[in-house]
């Protein structure tokens, strides 16, 4: 179909989803999940040998077994355990177009999706349906770098896309040079390799205004200060722009891009919500760093909130809703903490912030389960300390390294940029942003960009470990 056919259509497709009643949705996604559980037990012997160790029939699913009595999936349950015949349902290697792995973060094993060559020829319909909703792109003409790492790529047919991965003088020569064509550009990265993006720009001149550049971080949560300090870079006004804004976006290799996704909306309301809790001069480290709000679509990703905790945050677990799934993988953990957001919650935070809730349903995100150990600070919540002020932070990375002492005190040891000042003056800077009970239990250590021993040089294909 020519691309005329097309923009009528997303339009439609746009109009008519803004119409459904979000409770329909949400019921029709967990039937749908229970559905997909079936499916799993049916191709997957390695999701039938999981259901039986619990007592499962796979013909009990959705008659005497709900979807909260089947187990819930981990990396090493299954990928860690199974070879990935016993995990995948029969396919013949030649229908097999892509293959995906997660970043194998936990240091034990990789999780792999296996895109067949039927979803891999329609995978632009849906990106190009999202990247209309946020950016107008039929209405703009959109060139987009990707320099997401890791091998992510995305197809469209809807706007010009440069799949460049962590090359910043590529990124930004690309950018100079034939950005001027379109209307509008769109950068997707990460928010540690945007830095080196952000300062190569520097170097050549950028102009991100005149480039009309939008931006969309993935890999690793984004806490406000890091938004406010990109945004402050590449003069977007967050508040007021119609046009341009910085968002984030929420995968896992396993299972999909894109499941979690910020709106206009959410952004607005989570910077009210930070901006009302924020006070960059007395700083407690033990406070919580204001949690990401994500919308998802509940037609296409079923996600459950585990064992959560009085105040609704849980372990967060995915379904995706592909009963023809070649990896099926039914109630997979993230290994993050989020809970899911009522609609009249959504609503009492949109009206706080001036704003509408999304049309999709929402949750609140905190990270990684893990980078929140015993008595440590978060590791967002350090984040939030090192972007607080915008003349500290350009003269750091935003890589550090924390380890615990003892039960009262921590250690931190933060990348300085290359173009930063002494290193006992940033130190000082820092410490000043804090409340005193958080510079008593802290230990602070600032090292030189090559002094910093837990990131070999220009290596921006791993995620980065924050915790020892």
Not at 291 to 297: A, D, I, R, Y
Request: aromatic share 8%; proline share 6%; with cysteine.
């Amino acid at each position: 179909m020519p691309p005329s056919f097309y923009r009528p259509l997303r339009r439609w497709l746009l109009r008519y989803a803004k119409s459904m009643d979000t409770a329909a949705m949400l019921d029709r996604s967990a039937k749908s999940a229970l559905r997909t559980a079936a499916a799993a037990a049916k191709h997957s012997r390695a999701y039938r040998k999981l259901l039986a160790e619990q007592g499962i029939s796979p013909d009990q699913i959705g008659a005497t077994v709900t979807l909260s009595d089947l187990p819930v999936l981990t990396k090493e349950s299954t990928f860690g355990r199974f070879p990935l015949d016993d995990l995948a349902r029969p396919i013949a290697v030649t229908e097999i177009a892509d293959v995906l792995t997660s970043s194998g973060r936990g240091g034990n094993s990789f999780g792999y999706k296996l895109t067949t060559r039927k979803e891999h020829d329609g995978s632009w319909f849906d990106i190009d349906l999202g990247l209309q909703d946020m950016f107008d792109i039929d209405s703009m003409p959109t060139l987009v770098v990707n320099c997401l790492p890791m091998g992510v790529i995305f197809q469209s047919r809807a706007t010009t896309i440069a799949n460049l991965s962590v090359r910043e003088d590529m990124a930004c020569s690309i950018l100079r040079d034939v950005g001027p064509r379109f209307k509008q550009t769109l950068l997707c990265t990460d928010p540690v390799f945007i830095r080196q993006l952000l300062a190569q720009g520097r170097r050549i001149g950028l102009d991100w205004r005149a480039l009309n550049t939008s931006v969309i971080l993935g890999e690793e949560v984004l806490v406000e200060a890091q938004r406010d300090f990109f945004a402050a870079e590449m003069g977007i006004s967050l508040d007021s722009n119609p046009h341009r804004t910085i968002g984030s976006t929420y995968g896992m290799g396993e299972i999909g891009l894109n499941l979690l996704f910020e709106t206009r909306e959410t952004i607005r309301m989570r910077r009210h919500q930070w901006q009302r809790s924020n006070d960059r001069h007395h700083m407690s480290l033990h406070d919580s760093a204001t949690p990401n709000l994500f919308c998802f679509n509940p037609l296409r990703c079923h996600p459950e909130i585990v064992n959560p905790r009085p105040d609704g945050f849980g372990e967060l677990v995915f379904t995706l809703l592909k009963t023809d799934a070649t990896i099926p993988l039914p109630r997979y953990s993230s290994g993050d903490l989020a809970r899911l957001i009522p609609r009249e919650e959504a609503q009492t935070w949109a009206t706080a912030a001036g704003t509408t809730p999304p049309w999709l349903p929402m949750l609140a995100l905190h990270g990684r389960i893990k980078d929140r150990p015993g008595t440590l600070p978060s590791v967002e919540r350090i984040k939030e300390w090192l972007y607080a002020s915008h003349d500290i932070a350009q003269q750091l990375t935003g890589a550090f390294r924390m380890q615990g002492i003892d039960n009262d005190r921590i250690r931190i040891t933060v990348q300085a940029s290359p173009e930063s000042t002494s290193a006992a003056t940033l130190a000082s800077q820092l410490i000043e942003l804090l409340d005193e009970p958080s510079r008593r239990m802290l230990d602070l250590t600032i090292v030189s960009a090559d002094a910093f021993p837990w990131r070999p040089a220009l290596d921006f294909e791993r995620k980065f470990a924050y915790l020892s």
